[in-house]
């Protein structure tokens, strides 16, 4: 086992999707393997958007079955909730201490969320990276498995962590974002419309839950057009989305038959779709059907919740007593 230690989180607010398997489970389920691991659902982070408070518990489950499924050994890793560890939220009000209102207000995801949502920019919105800070540094996290939409976050946890440490000493090690793939990943909505998304495009993004049918069906709506009429011209992005997307879960000499197609002015978009839609089932199929046993099972959910967070407790516990020291929080010795 290296000695790095790896944290991630996945917001529990809906259905686990193609973008989050290949931008961060796929990673998690890797890493296992080879580093000490904490996954958790951030939880709190879907506060921000006001979820309806019935549909929390369902979506907690459902992220952590989902999770598994994909192949996530709640025996190697802790894989817990956000809010079981109260540490979290003392190390995020002690950062926030560290985090300028300036900097949070220039965030690309504040920015977004806060065009988005004029009637709800909450302080959680605007703290959310403070928040994220706290997740990762709790634990001393070398690395985080995320996707390119996380780059930023990742550089303002950076940023926290080297202010913490040149106020108070030396505590918390820099935090990078991690793909085994190196380059981090974003996996494009199926209507070459920006990304896919738990909450939004529902229509052009692949969930992890979706049925056959489904995923046939929103396979074979993707953009296409009438096909090159020249040797060799360049992919618009719709069309190079589908080979992207084909990389992801078809075979070598699946893809270059459509590649060599494409640049020989023959290809047929509709086989094309036949095929990836396929190889999409095939794909899906297997971590939706474990999700669904899993998510039958709630005392197996539940007993894995609690070892993960006594786990990570562990873990938080020694870190909040380091943090509480070095900023002076030691009344009783
Ligand atoms: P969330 O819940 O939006 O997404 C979970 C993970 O999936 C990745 N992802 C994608 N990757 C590639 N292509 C896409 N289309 C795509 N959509 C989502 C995300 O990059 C992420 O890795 N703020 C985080 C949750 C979080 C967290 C943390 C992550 C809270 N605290 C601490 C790491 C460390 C979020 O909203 O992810």
């Known amino acids: 086992m290296k000695k790095e230690i790896v944290v991630s989180g996945i917001r529990s607010t809906g259905f686990l999707h193609l ?34 408070p019935l549909l929390l518990k369902p979506n907690v489950y459902r992220v952590l079955a989902e999770n598994i499924a994909s192949g996530l050994d709640p025996e190697k890793v802790a894989l817990y909730v956000q809010s079981d560890i109260p540490e979290i939220p003392e190390l995020y009000l002690m950062l926030n201490m560290l985090a300028y209102k300036g900097e949070l207000e220039k965030t690309a995801s504040f920015k ?7 009637d709800n920019v909450n302080a959680g919105l605007l703290t959310y990276p403070t928040l994220m800070s706290a997740d990762i540094l709790i634990h001393k996290a ?42 981090l990943v974003k996996i494009p909505s199926l209507d070459g419309q920006g990304k896919m998304s738990k909450s939004e495009n529902e229509n052009a993004t692949l ?37 992207d997307l084909m990389k992801l879960v078809s075979g070598e000499e699946v893809i270059r038959k459509y590649q060599l197609d494409y640049a020989q002015c023959q290809i047929r978009y509709g086989d094309m779709k036949k095929q990836l839609a396929e190889d999409m089932v095939d794909f899906i199929r297997p971590i939706r059907e474990k999700a669904i046993e899993l998510q039958k099972d709630e005392d197996t959910l539940r ?27 030691n009344f009783y010795c």
Not at 112 to 117: L, M, P, T, V
Not at 147 to 172: C, P, V
């Open 19 to 52: 973008g989050n398997y290949f931008g961060a489970i796929r990673n998690y389920v890797r890493m296992q393997e080879e580093y000490p691991c904490y996954f958790f659902v951030a939880d709190y982070h879907s506060l921000t958007t006001h979820p309806d």
């Open 112 to 118: 977004e969320k806060a065009r988005n949502q004029p």
């Open 142 to 183: 070398s690395f985080v498995p995320v996707g390119k939409d996380q780059e930023q976050h990742l550089e303002m946890a950076r940023n926290f962590a080297q202010r913490f440490n040149h106020r108070y000493g030396e505590l918390f090690p820099e935090p990078h974002p991690f793909n085994f793939g190196e380059a």
């Open 207 to 243: 969930y992890l839950a979706d049925t056959d049918e489904v995923i046939r069906k929103k396979v074979m709506k993707a953009k296409t057009d009438q096909g090159p009429s020249e040797e060799n011209t360049p992919m618009p992005d719709y069309i190079q989305n589908l080979f």
């Open 303 to 329: 007993k894995i919740m609690k070892s993960g967070k006594d786990k990570a407790r562990d873990s938080a516990s020694k870190t909040l007593e380091e943090a509480r020291k070095a900023m002076g929080i």
